[in-house]
T-cell receptor, first 115, second 111 residues
Framework: DTEVTQTPKHLVMGMTNKKSLKCEQHMGHRAMYWYKQKAKKPPELMFV???????INESVPSRFSPECPNSSLLNLHLHALQPEDSALYLC??????????????FGPGTRLTVL | EDQVTQSPEALRLQEGESSSLNCSYT??????LFWYRQDPGKGPEFLFT???AGEEKEKERLKATLTKKESFLHITAPKPEDSATYLCAVHPRAGGFKTIFGAGTRLFVKA
């Protein structure tokens, strides 16, 4: 079963709020990813964790803070966001980070609206 | 610079009218090319991974092919439920964990 779950499905927050997005997979995958996707645009990579270590941070503003507590869980902590941060946030995982046969599997996403 | 270009941007078909979507890529060595289907407001659903020129993969009405410069997603006798955005992505050999996505082709199939 190639399932990645994300909670919540929808989130509305003010610019002064602190909230967190959660992602979970139980496929034994060793890499997990956060993407941001605006309407009618492709996903943009934000962060990559490989074997629970942060491997890529694509110059994302510090108001986004990732956390990987264990190999199955990935969080994205949000603080002092701006309205332009409103987007679909996607989590993905892949089984064999760094290997040529690696494929990413995506979760359903969290629709974030910042007021 | 590594780049992925998909065409057309949008494609409108009648039910049963077969067609192809194109994904052309420029990368410094290809580790893998991926096709995903994405419905509005949902995460991309994995369809295929292709690794080398000449490779083909099929799933129901979909068939993906790969050459050294491009990939095609052939849709045979499409149905309205095939309507979605189809994303192509490549994993460059020197790209580490990065996957480069094309902008997608929005497919509309009318009954």
């Amino acid at each position: 079963d190639t399932e990645v779950t994300q909670t919540p499905k929808h989130l509305v927050m003010g610019m002064t709020n602190k909230k967190s997005l959660k992602c979970e997979q139980h496929m034994g995958h060793r890499a997990m990813y956060w993407y941001k996707q605006k309407a009618k645009k492709p996903p943009e990579l934000m962060f990559v964790y490989s074997y629970e270590k942060l491997s890529i941070n694509e110059s994302v503003p510090s108001r986004f803070s990732p956390e990987c507590p264990n190999s199955s869980l990935l969080n994205l902590h949000l603080h002092a966001l701006q309205p332009e941060d409103s987007a679909l946030y996607l989590c993905a995982s892949s089984p064999r980070p760094g290997q040529s046969t690696d494929t990413q599997y995506f979760g359903p996403g969290t629709r974030l609206t910042v007021l | 610079e590594d780049q992925v270009t998909q065409s057309p941007e949008a494609l409108r078909l009648q039910e049963g009218e077969s067609s192809s979507l194109n994904c052309s890529y420029t990368v410094s060595g290809l580790r893998g090319l991926f096709w995903y289907r994405q419905d509005p407001g949902k995460g991309p659903e994995f369809l295929f991974t292709l690794y080398s020129a000449g490779e083909e993969k099929e799933k129901e009405r979909l068939k993906a092919t790969l050459t050294k410069k491009e990939s095609f997603l052939h849709i045979t006798a499409p149905k309205p439920e095939d309507s979605a955005t189809y994303l192509c992505a490549v994993h460059p050999r020197a790209g580490g964990f990065k996957t480069i996505f094309g902008a997608g082709t929005r497919l509309f199939v009318k009954a």
